[in-house]
């Protein structure tokens, strides 16, 4: 009986001491690791990947924003209008009768753009996409040229410089940033 109390006291002991060990080792040691690594390796990731223009924080490269007007890019249509207070799509099934609705009615908007791109007509699901596809702005590059009084050939240009390959060389689409291709445009017709 003795041996088999100073048993359970020994096996307590050490899973007490393995608790507080692991606690430390898990809780507080590899957090601070991990959070110092990010800090130093991956800088501009682990603070957000703000985009700065003359110092002042613009946006973010990982949220869209909601450009209005003829003289912007536009993003994908979002059902949370780029708050970023909340993120979220419509969450209706492609064959809803208002899903089809609004799909056909931003069909009918873009059909004055001469053509259409599929992210033009479909929400995105989180509703804060920052990227459009590079067929979407070339979609829009006349309207935005002639908006701001520029050649299509210098917003092409701009298109080109934004739009960056699939990750990893084979893993989703080429893309272009909203709000890095219209900062370049402002820089572009700032100068003119």
């Known amino acids: 009986m003795a041996t088999s109390s100073l048993t359970i006291g020994r096996q307590t ?5 393995l608790f507080i060990i692991l606690t430390v080792l898990l809780g507080v040691i590899y957090p601070a690791v991990v959070w110092g690594v ?5 800088h501009d990731q682990a ?11 613009v946006g973010s490269s990982l949220i869209g924003q909601q450009f209005t007007g003829a003289q912007w890019f536009h993003g994908r249509p979002s059902a ?3 708050t970023g207070s909340t993120s979220g ?11 089809e609705a609004a799909v056909a009615a931003r069909a009918k908007a873009l ?6 791109a599929p992210d033009a007509l479909t929400m995105s ?3 804060l996409d920052p990227d459009i596809s590079p067929a979407y702005a070339k979609l829009q590059a006349p309207s935005v040229a002639k908006a701001r009084g520029i050649s299509l050939a210098e917003v092409d240009k701009l298109i080109a410089a934004a739009t960056t390959g699939r990750d990893v060389g084979f893993l989703g689409e080429p893309k272009v940033d909203v709000l890095r291709l219209n900062l ?3 820089r572009l017709t700032a100068k003119g």
């Open 13 to 17: 002991l050490a899973a007490v001491r």
């Open 38 to 42: 990010g800090r130093v390796a991956f």
């Open 47 to 57: 603070t957000g990947s703000l985009i700065r223009v003359d110092g002042k924080v």
């Open 80 to 82: 949370t209008n780029y």
């Open 89 to 99: 799509g419509s969450n209706l099934p492609a064959d809803d009768k208002r899903q």
């Open 111 to 116: 059909a004055g753009l001469g053509g259409t």
């Open 125 to 127: 699901a989180s509703g």
């Open 184 to 186: 370049a445009l402002q």
